[in-house]
């Protein structure tokens, strides 16, 4: 056995990758449950386990991940991390690449609190890893159900977990928001009190989607003209792969987009795989029109939080000016905005 590696490590830089690539859940779950399991004991106890074939006895260490953990040990990069490294993609372009590095943090995140898939914590500290200074925590509004939408209780009291959490960081801040639902007439989802005591909100549309075009024009208009909106998330709401693809909702993007100008809502550049909106012919649009933007992973899940590079191509290849991207801004800049 070495010390040269750190199992647990190995295991977490594994569930990275694997959400990175948009991987099932139960792949990602096994790599991540193993490695919570096996980070509550020593090194010692897991070589000795490792040598007397015992790993797979303790609960949520399957066959692959003790196998990894045995290699791990050993010295070795673990051969189900090597392959995934291998396949990791192409590098960004220059441009894209510069873009990526001059942005501070993500606007748009969800934890187990709603229907992402790890805690809180386990979110900051990947965030942390990638080189951001914040993250803004954007849990869904109560009526999304199906996601496990906060209700006004359940969302003050991740307000006190974060303001607790923001106590023992001193290079990093966890901003606190939430991705409301507008509803159908462009009303929000959420107690307008609580919303005017977030440091961000992004404002959504996530039913009837398939509204006429001149009804979900003013379903949107509204919602931009509200005070408590920050950013217009995911605007067409299109999915483009997967077994949930969907065409776009229909709206005069030109009004959408002046009153986005108009009011300050920055405009989502939505980094997801399955989403990437708006499309590029919209996404020009929005820049001709003068709007601001965020570009945001909408991060289910830790390696999520790494595709911001999908953001960073489109809004290149769509002349997206840098200074117009306000988390490329400090965050305290960001936060005289979102309170103005």
Request: negative net charge; aromatic residues 4%; charged residues 30%.
């Amino acid at each position: 056995m070495s010390d040269d590696r750190d199992p647990v490590a190995d295991l977490r830089r594994a569930a990275f990758l694997l959400e990175r690539a948009h991987e099932s859940t139960y792949r990602v779950r096994a790599f991540r449950t193993a490695a919570s399991v096996l980070a509550r004991r020593d090194r010692d106890e897991l070589v000795q386990l490792a040598l007397s074939g015992e790993l797979v006895r303790l609960k949520g260490v399957g066959e692959v991940t003790a196998r990894c953990v045995v290699e791990s040990l050993s010295g070795e990069v673990p051969v189900y991390l090597r392959r995934l490294e291998a396949t990791e993609g192409a590098p960004l372009d220059e441009a894209a690449q510069a873009l990526k590095q001059a942005l501070r943090g993500d606007c748009h995140s969800h934890t187990d609190a709603s229907d992402g898939g790890s805690p809180l914590r386990e979110m900051v500290q990947t965030a942390r890893e990638l080189g951001h200074s914040y993250l803004v925590v954007t849990d869904h509004s109560p009526r999304l159900t199906v996601a496990n939408g906060l209700s006004p209780e359940r969302l003050r009291a991740q307000l006190e977990q974060i303001a607790e959490l923001n106590t023992e960081l001193t290079d990093f801040r966890v901003l606190t928001g939430i991705e409301v639902d507008i509803l159908d007439d462009g009303a929000l989802d959420q107690d307008p009190d609580l919303l005017d005591q977030l440091d961000l909100v992004v404002a959504s549309v996530h039913s009837k989607l398939r509204m006429p075009r001149a009804e979900m024009t003013e379903r949107m208009l509204t919602a931009v003209a509200n005070p408590h909106v920050d950013v217009l998330g995911h605007c067409t709401g299109r999915m483009v792969t997967g077994k949930r693809s969907r065409p776009e909702s229909e709206f005069d993007a030109d009004r959408v987009f002046a009153a986005c100008a108009e009011y300050g809502v920055a405009v989502e550049v939505n980094s997801r795989p399955e989403r990437l909106d708006p499309p590029k012919r919209l996404l020009r649009l929005a820049v001709e029109a003068g709007c601001d933007f965020t570009i945001d992973t909408d991060a289910h899940a830790p390696g999520q939080l790494d595709w911001l590079g999908n953001g960073c191509e489109r809004a290149v290849a769509c002349a997206v000016p840098t200074e117009r991207v306000l988390n490329t801004w400090p965050v305290e800049e960001l936060l005289d905005r979102t309170r103005a």
